[in-house]
């Protein structure tokens, strides 16, 4: 059974940083890619960002793109989301899922499992 474990939200002002990782367990995470999602009270849940199976390749949704960064420790079992120059707009739910192969998607669809979720809220 896979678990997804997600730690390090909280409360941050408007252009401050949080750091958000989550450890997985039951099978071997280094053969699947990575994402975070996020979703806002009222709103889909949206993707984030994205890892391939050995950190090689990212791609970052365009809300995001130059101020969060994923990557991964495949000898932990961890993926990481650093968080920088956070906006008020970044309020949301955030959650890691595994895919069900290497390769990164923007799609929920190819993420297999997901974590229960860590709350960012950014004030303004």
């Known amino acids: 059974q896979v678990q997804l474990v997600e730690s390090g939200g909280g409360l941050v002002q408007a252009g401050g940083s949080l750091s958000l990782s989550c450890v997985a367990s039951?099978?071997?995470?280094?053969?699947?890619?990575m994402g975070w999602f996020r979703q806002a009270p009222g709103k889909e849940r949206e993707f984030v960002a994205a890892?391939?199976?050995?950190?090689?390749?990212?791609y970052y949704a365009d809300p995001v793109k130059g101020r969060f960064t994923i990557s991964r420790d495949n000898a932990k079992n961890t993926v990481y989301l650093q968080m920088n120059s956070l906006k008020p707009e970044d309020t949301a739910v955030y959650y890691c899922?595994?895919?069900?192969?290497?390769?990164?998607?923007?799609?929920?669809?190819?993420?297999?499992?997901w974590g229960q979720g860590t709350q960012v809220t950014v004030s303004s």
């Open positions: 899922a595994e895919a069900r192969d290497r390769r990164t998607s923007t799609s929920r669809n190819d993420y297999d499992y």
């Open positions: 890892i391939n199976w050995n950190g090689g390749f990212t």
């Open positions: 039951g099978r071997s995470f280094s053969s699947y890619a």
